[in-house]
């Protein structure tokens, strides 16, 4: 009888996952950082590189070296043209928790972020206390480079709205949960109300789960712990709620949703939406109107090409998909707050690429994205209405017959 072989410890699993690597180097122009500082430490291969290096003990975890693990956005532009088909973001978060978390991560905003009754109640204040006349004043008392100063940009003016739901009456049909999350829960309510509404008009039973942090933030930021504690919520969270598909508005939590319900089918839910689209009708619009495709859509959900095919079911409309070519805005989660001089570099040149697309709106459907490409709309004088794209889907939705 075969003996079971021990499980692989952190170390053996990131020499694994760094073996598969063949150096060749088609991730290089695909990689943002690389984009930025054109060296080697700042690009897949190199961290690869360094994360052997780490595992195997033959280097130490200094601030030189880990400064440019830490600079990772995680965009997975590498994972999906790597030939060899390395499982970077595997051995990045593998990386991140055998390092643990970097020195000076602003852990009191972060976990402020991760409650949404906290974001909530900050949003109301900021509303009530005319943040529109005082934020730039704040804004130009904080230190450069603070991730207070960097979250205070990407602070919407005016309280979210969060429309009301009616309660879902589809007996019989598919049971999708829909998982709100902590930031998109309050600041992309309305999108969720949307996805609930387009579900429903498909004809799926739709269902909306209690809002709380899936732990991407710390799975991305090396706190495991925290992490593992979140997923196991989302686990029973999940159990109790008789689903048969789980969906998120944000892409951003995809992946961490995944890694914690191993065989559930967790989507996006313009995919769902995608293969009932003959139940869906929408009024024209005459508007032209930008699509960003945050990385997460494109490399995790994998959903761009089901979201531009029902957007360019509404008549009319004019839409045009942002070019890639910087490959990611610079938002990554917390990567906005916690780098936020890399990130708006980042960001220039994402609306650079809208900007020439001459657009009178902006969709894009990661709420992170949203909120960092809107504080450089401010800082830029480029001002366009922003929303989530299936909130302009849901708002073109004709009534059912």
């Known amino acids: 009888m075969a003996l079971e072989k ?4 952190r170390s053996q699993t990131i020499a694994a996952l760094a073996d598969q690597c063949v150096q060749c180097g088609m991730c290089l122009p695909t990689c943002p950082t690389y984009g930025l500082d054109g060296t080697e430490s700042e690009s897949p ?27 990772c956005l995680g965009c997975l532009n590498c994972e999906r043209v790597c030939p060899a088909q390395v499982k970077y973001g595997e051995l990045l978060v593998e990386t991140r928790a055998l390092i643990g978390p970097r020195p000076g991560r602003p852990r009191a905003l972060l976990a402020m972020l991760k409650q949404p009754t906290l974001l909530r109640l900050a949003a109301r204040l900021g509303s009530a206390a005319g943040l529109a006349r005082w934020k730039r004043r704040l804004d130009a008392r904080l230190p450069a480079g603070s991730a207070w100063r960097a979250a205070l940009g990407t602070l919407p003016e005016a309280t979210p709205v969060t429309p009301p739901v009616a309660a879902d009456s589809a007996d019989g049909q598919p049971t999708v949960a829909l998982f709100p ?16 509404r387009l579900l429903r008009a498909a004809g799926y039973r739709a269902i909306r789960l209690p809002a709380f942090c899936c732990g991407a933030i710390d799975l991305h930021g090396g706190e495991m712990d925290t992490a593992e504690r979140l997923a196991e919520r989302v686990r029973e969270t999940w159990r109790s709620s008789g689903a048969e598909h789980l969906v998120s508005v944000t892409p ?16 996006d839910p313009a995919s769902l939406l995608a293969e009932r689209a003959d139940r869906l009708r929408f009024r024209p619009l005459a508007r032209r109107v930008a699509l960003h495709l945050p990385c997460t859509q494109v490399n ?61 709106q902006l969709v894009s459907s990661n709420i992170g994205c949203r909120l960092h490409l809107a504080a450089g709309m401010d800082d830029g004088g480029r001002r366009w209405p922003h929303m989530h794209p299936l909130t302009l889907l849901a708002q073109q939705l004709e009534d059912s017959p």
């Open 6 to 9: 021990p499980p692989l410890t």
């Open 45 to 71: 291969r190199g961290r690869i590189a360094m994360a052997a290096a780490l595992a195997r003990g033959d280097a130490e975890p200094t601030a030189t070296l880990r400064i440019h693990l830490d600079h």
């Open 181 to 196: 999350g902590c930031v998109a829960s309050v600041e992309d309510a309305e999108a969720e109300a949307a996805a609930l």
């Open 252 to 267: 951003g939590c995809l992946g961490t949703l995944r890694r914690a319900l191993p065989g559930v089918p967790v989507a």
């Open 300 to 360: 995790v959900a994998r959903s761009e090409g089901t979201l531009q095919s029902l957007l360019r079911k509404v008549p009319e409309l004019d839409l045009q998909v942002a070019p890639r070519a910087p490959y990611c805005c610079g938002a990554a989660g917390s990567h906005m707050l916690e780098f936020p001089g890399r990130a708006a570099r980042l960001r220039e040149a994402t609306l650079d690429q809208v900007a020439a697309l001459a657009p009178q």
